[in-house]
């Protein structure tokens, strides 16, 4: 970590010219302008610690700026993406303690310039410390920009916690977190940094930002699929994860947007009775409707699942429940001897589901019961 009076901006620029020398940069992504921009920061930072009698060189100006023009993010993006590069330990449970902090700096207008220095594809310093994993630089940038600049997106919309987030660097989603940046940015896939959390399965980081000073998330913000963050734990087969976002306030019942699925429906779809029982404890709606009517069990009959559909009958499933063309579960059974065979031989199928005096689902048979 850096030391006190220039905060070790000298011994920085050593570090930072060893590190340079291993980078493989593609594409001039990472041009001149950040050894210029770094440069800078030096230069303004032992002018301050000279006194303000001496006289010191100014920052060139960046290639862009805060207020450069954007309108070329609507544009349509190269074929080859950056995500995979661009995107891609033990997580923080404290504020950046203050001996980690540089002491302030005033804004000078060159200074604010290199903090909002923009590549080519609108990278700023920290996008590229990030990239780079260069985590004391990185923590350097955010120590001293405001909260404005850290939330910049690039031209593929990612903010710097999108490219953190994504590639585990659990330090640098704290101390974003800790100062406080937009959790709700959405890339230009509509994720969120808490949906890359989910994909890239990073408990952590999700732990993170699920506890930022901003308090509670819309934690059903879907993502351009219509996914919401529970949709991808689900997806992923994650209970872990199921369960931080359901017990930070996620709807189990949530539909995603194309077909109205609810986590239920998923499970059932990828056939995996574990998740089924999983998210079963969490008392869902078991005869929830996609957008055609059709409940998980209507599911789990159509994919002649014998085992799956004995689950839910047990967690009070409705067999006589119609969707949208008039079949019932039963219905569809009809030309499946195995499950019609499990239907006979249960006869809590030929009844009414139970429930609790509290109008919830009593599992019988099940790991809930």
Known sequence: ??????????????????????LQLKDGRCDSGIEDSVSSLQDTSLRLHSGPDEESPKCAPPS??????????????????REDSAYGSVSLTEALPQTCLPPHVPEEPGHLESLTYLSEEGDTLLHLSIIHGIPDLSLYFISLAPRDVLDIQNDLYQSALHLA???????????????????????????????????KEHLDCAQILLR???????????????????????????PALISLLLESGADINSQE???????????????DPSLLQHLLQHRPRVDAFMYNGCTPLHLAVGRKDAGLARILCQAGADILQRNREGDTPQDLAEGNNQVRARYSLDP???????????NTVVLRGGRGS
């Open 1 to 22: 970590m850096f030391c006190s009076g220039c905060w070790g901006l000298c011994t920085m620029s050593g570090d930072w010219a060893s590190k340079k020398q291993g």
């Open 64 to 81: 862009h700026t805060l207020h450069s023009d954007h309108s070329d993010k609507g544009s349509e993006v190269q074929d080859q993406e």
């Open 165 to 199: 987030v994504y590639l585990g660097q659990e330090e640098i989603v704290e101390a974003l977190v800790q100062k406080d940046v937009n959790l709700e940015l959405q890339d230009r896939k509509g994720d969120t940094a808490l949906h890359l959390a989910c994909e």
């Open 212 to 238: 930022g000073p901003r308090g509670p998330q819309n934690l059903q913000l879907q993502n351009w699929k219509g996914l919401s963050c529970l949709h991808i734990a689900t997806l992923k087969r994650n």
């Open 257 to 271: 947007g194309t077909s109205g699925k609810t986590p239920l429906h998923l499970a059932v779809e990828m056939l």
């Open 348 to 358: 809590l199928l030929h009844g009414a589901p139970c429930f609790s005096a509290c």
